[in-house]
Structure formats: C-alpha cells, structure tokens
C-alpha cells in the first residue's frame, strides 16, 4: 500500500497563476484533508472532506478551493496563487466517522513557493 | 477557539529523558495525540490518549495528561539520535473533524 500520495514534490509559481494539487489515497478511508504548514504555526487545515461527496472550510479556505474527485481522490486548486500562498502543504486521510478516535494518515507533502 | 501551544525548541543530549510538553484550551478534548514529523516528510502518529485516561506508557513513551489544567505532556526515554525531530501535539473533540495542531516543538539530541 501506497498510503497517501501527493503530487507534485515542489512547484514554483508566479503570482497570479493557477495549479492543483493532487492527492490520493489507497486505505479506503472516507475522511480526506489538506492542511498548511507554515513555520511556528503548526498545521492549519484548508478544506476537509467527511465522505465521498462532501466538503467544508477549515480554518484558512480563502484562495483556495478542493473537489473530492471519487473516494481515493482529494485536490487542492490554486486559481490566482499569491506569495502569501507559499507553504508546505499536507493532504491526510482517516476512516472519518464522526465520533471519536481520528487517526490521520498523512502525505509526503508539496513545497509551494509563489514569487 | 480552540487553541494548542507548545514550546518551540527543546534540546537534549543523548542518552537523556526528552519532556516535551502541550498546553490546550478546549475542555471538551476527547482525545489528544502526539504526531512526528521527520525532515522532508509528513506527519506520522506517535500515540494518542483518550480524555479519560492519566497516563498511557508505550516503550519508549510515556504520555501525561492533566485534564484539570489542559496541560498534556510526552516523556522519551534514552532520547537518540533518530529521535530528532518536530513533534506536534493535538487534539480533536467528540466530533473527530475538529482537529486542532499545537505549532510543533523541534527536538535535538546532541551526541
């Protein structure tokens, strides 16, 4: 198993520029993430996805917009890309329910810069 | 909202005891975790605990937790080398969408 999957690794962008991120994963899970890493913030989550078919606005969505493809499948789309944009971010999956114990599976993660 | 802090650098030698420790605001936390995050790489879980529970041991790892006042804490013993690190502290409610990550404590171990 593959786990999670991101592509791409790194990726310079102009600003004003448009791209998505790619995410997949192959547990099964219905529960899929992106969050955002920037130094001595933490993770901030973006969107998330409970379940096939469903998305909601995490803590930071401005700029950015997601489609929950099909099961496997989580992407994270740029449209005008701004240097406030340049992280590090992380795409993670869980079996989701709604209650309880949440263990997140997380992606090697995309390195970002917008010049 | 919620909140999770946690100091930002800690350093150690090896062969030494690592404390790294987690502060958190919401009371009603329903489990909390410890995640770890090597260079280059995504996050991984370490252990968790669940709200209830004071203390929860696995191997090299000891978790504290305080409830009274939210303050969570992660023991290494014999820190080595491969121990260093970025170790992320969070937690989520009843409700495991709401997942809130501390900003990450960097862990050294000098040889």
């Known amino acids: 198993n593959a786990g999670v999957t991101q592509t791409p690794k790194f990726q310079v962008l102009k600003t004003g520029q448009s791209m998505t991120l790619q995410c997949a994963q192959d547990m099964n899970h219905n529960s899929m993430y992106w969050y955002r890493q920037d130094p001595g913030m933490g993770l901030r989550l973006i969107y998330y996805s409970a379940s096939e078919g469903t998305t909601d606005k995490g803590e930071v969505p401005n700029g950015y917009n997601v489609s929950r493809l099909n099961k496997r499948e989580f992407s994270l789309r740029l449209e005008s890309a701004a240097p406030s944009q340049t992280s590090v971010y992380f795409c993670a999956s869980s079996e989701g329910g709604w209650r309880g114990y949440n263990e997140q599976f997380f992606g090697p993660g995309t390195r970002l810069t917008v010049l | 909202g919620e909140d999770v802090e946690q100091s930002l650098f800690l350093s150690v030698r090896e062969g030494d005891s690592s404390v790294i420790n987690c502060t958190y605001t919401d009371s009603s936390s329903t489990y909390l975790y410890w995640y770890k995050q090597e260079p280059g790489a995504g996050l991984q879980l370490l252990t968790y605990i669940f709200s209830n529970m004071d203390m929860k041991q696995d191997q090299r790892l000891t978790v504290l937790l305080n409830k009274k006042d939210k303050h969570l804490s992660l023991r290494i013993a014999d820190t080595q080398t491969g121990d260093s690190a970025i170790y992320f502290c969070?937690?989520?409610?009843?409700?495991?969408?709401?997942?809130?990550f501390g900003p990450g404590t960097r862990l050294s171990v000098l040889p």
């Open positions: 969070a937690e989520s409610g009843d409700y495991g969408q709401n997942f809130v």
